[in-house]
């Protein structure tokens, strides 16, 4: 029978045996999403939920978009019969809030109307998920035809314009009266008539990563980010 080892041989062989350990830590933080995508990919759904009977005139006529645009992409029978009722309902609300929001449009999930008066949006538009959208918003064209893309957590203040084929990036903001017709970086805060590039926030506090706001460092107007 073999002799036992003695315990200073252990203890040395248990030290150099954790250096073996540790590197298996390491994959676990680089699996993890970043921020970014974990913000602008996953809309939030609770930011559109509304009680049956709650009177909640924004939160409505999103709901019969939405319900349409399910609706019409069901094969079922009754289908058909829910897409009527669903255009009504979209009638309605559309008239109580005096907004323009077509049923095919292309919204996000999470979108939040303050104040969803004369709320204006092409239908050919794109929203990303989780943006919020203040009473008097023009999305729409400019010269052309082409029409905006907007990306998520975007806010864009009351009485803005939003017009062109334009890009506007993740977790932008537009002030208030706003006339934007250039594009605006992601974390960027765009004001003024035509609308200026006033602040960028740097991207670990915007929710971007540092190759994003890389990709678009010439929308910036030679800003450094604050």
Not at 81 to 110: E, Q, Y
């Given at each position: ?175 208030a009266n706003a006339v934007v017709i250039s594009d605006v970086p992601p974390g960027a805060t765009a004001v003024g ?34």
């Amino acid at each position: 029978m073999p002799a036992a080892l003695p315990l200073a041989s252990l203890a040395v062989d248990a030290d150099l045996a954790e250096p073996l350990v540790a590197p298996s830590v390491a994959p676990v933080s680089r699996s993890r999403p970043p921020r970014e995508s974990a913000a602008a990919e996953l809309p939030d759904w609770t930011r559109e939920r509304k009680r049956f009977w709650e009177w909640a005139p924004s939160r409505s006529l999103l709901a019969s978009v939405r319900a349409y645009q399910r609706h019409a992409a069901s094969r079922a029978p009754w289908s058909v019969f829910l897409r009527r009722l669903c255009v009504l309902r979209h009638r309605f609300w559309s008239v109580v809030t005096a907004a323009d929001i077509p049923l095919n449009s292309r919204i996000g999930g999470g979108l939040v109307m303050i104040h969803p008066n004369g709320i204006v949006i092409h239908p050919r538009a794109q929203i990303g998920a989780n943006c919020k959208i203040f009473q008097q918003v023009t999305i729409g064209t400019a010269d052309t035809e082409d029409v905006p893309t907007i990306g998520s957590n975007v806010e864009i203040g009351a009485g803005a314009r939003v017009l062109g084929g334009i890009a506007i990036g993740a977790n932008a903001r537009i002030g208030a009266n706003a006339v934007v017709i250039s594009d605006v970086p992601p974390g960027a805060t765009a004001v003024g008539v035509p609308a200026r590039i006033a602040r960028v926030r740097r991207p670990s506090d915007s929710g971007i990563s540092e190759k994003t706001a890389a990709a678009w460092e010439p929308s910036y107007g030679g800003r450094t980010p604050e």
